[in-house]
């Protein structure tokens, strides 16, 4: 890809829930790559999880950056971890002061705001 044509912003990414962002998140970090969530509001105050990622083995598009996120209602607002377990019973997906033994911890942090050059404004 032309470099000129590349974007100077992430490129956001809504997922369709809180379980797929977690499913995602916790899929990374068992390749064991750092992985963290972010939470923030954005100008209209909506409340944003989400994580950073890099478009990789692509053609041209190698290094894009990528936002995955979902808007989240006030459940979500507090927690330190968002922790995944998915056994023959189902997926569970829960927020947690704390890692719990069995699940996949995967670390949130709390964003006072969000940078310009790093997250696009107006979220959809």
Same mark, same amino acid.
């Given at each position: 890809?032309?470099?000129?044509?590349?974007?100077?912003?992430?490129?956001?990414? &809504?997922?369709? =829930?809180? %379980?797929? !962002?977690?499913r995602?998140?916790?899929?990374?970090?068992?390749?064991?790559?750092?992985?963290?969530?972010?939470?923030?509001?954005?100008?209209?105050?909506?409340?944003?999880l989400?994580?950073?990622?890099?478009?990789?083995?692509?053609?041209n598009?190698?290094?894009?950056?990528?936002?995955?996120?979902?808007?989240?209602d006030? &459940?979500?607002? =507090?927690? %330190?971890? !968002?922790?995944?377990?998915?056994?023959?019973?189902?997926?569970?997906v829960?927020?947690?002061?704390?890692?719990?033994?069995?699940f996949?911890s995967v670390?949130?942090?709390?964003?006072?705001?969000?940078?310009e050059?790093?997250?696009p404004?107006?979220?959809?």
């Open positions: 890809m032309d470099e000129s044509k590349k974007p100077s912003n992430v490129i956001p990414i &809504r997922l369709k =829930s809180i %379980n797929d !962002l977690a995602m998140a916790s899929s990374t970090t068992l390749m064991m790559q750092p992985t963290y969530v972010v939470r923030y509001r954005d100008d209209k105050g909506k409340l944003i989400g994580f950073l990622a890099v478009f990789r083995d692509f053609y598009y190698y290094g894009l950056p990528l936002f995955y996120y979902c808007l989240v006030e &459940r979500f607002a =507090s927690g %330190n971890y !968002l922790i995944v377990r998915s056994d023959e019973s189902g997926e569970k829960e927020l947690s002061k704390s890692p719990k033994p069995g996949v670390p949130i942090i709390d964003l006072d705001k969000a940078p050059f790093l997250f404004k107006g979220i959809d």
